[in-house]
């Protein structure tokens, strides 16, 4: 089945920097990625997601590449601000193969004033 | 109601006693997760139910934990005898699950959990 590692657990930038988190994972017939944040208390929310038929996505200062050779994908956000602090989720599925999603283990961004 | 939605918000137990947690998917979604959440942690899988086939178990920890799906929609996740170790935030999600023509609607929405507390 599906396996996905995510890096880093944990993250800290300087607010107005740039913040990577970066996934792997190991099925090849994987063809949709979502990202989701979970606020502190709440429940987890899709913010972005890609599927297998494009490289690159990007709304406003987040953006997900994809590299499907070497099965990983990354999510950046740029100008970091202090309400993009969360923990990040990284998923990957077969979608049309209707498969579960399989997250990775979550990343904690914090950005420091 | 529009999104999905979990019943008890928090449900304290004795170490032992038998729990259910219910989760009311949206609408037509054929797709249905439930997770637990440690505190700090990440999301651990437990069991995916998608339409009519046979449900993926493969994250329930225990035989103590099962759940069901009626007839495609609300789903019960039962921990039998539960242990303190059991204490987690229950997560249900749930989405369309399958595409149709170029469009996929793929997006899993979740619930706003279940604290489970085992004393």
Redesign the interface.
Known sequence: GENVEQHPSTLSVQEGDSAVIKCTYSDSASNYFPWYKQELGKRPQLIIDIRSNVGEKKDQRIAVTLNKTAKHFSLHITETQPEDSAVYFCAASNIQGAQKLVFGQGTRLTINP | GAGVSQSPSNKVTEKGKDVELRCDPISGHT?L?W?RQSL????E?LI?F??N?AP?K?GLPSDRFSAERTGGSVSTLTIQRTQQEDSAVY?C?S?L???RGFK?Y???F????TRLTVV
């Open positions: 797709a997760y997770y700090g942690q990440g999301l899988f995916y998608q339409g086939s993926d493969s997560l999600a989405s699950g399958r595409s996929w793929t997006e899993a979740f619930g706003q959990g």
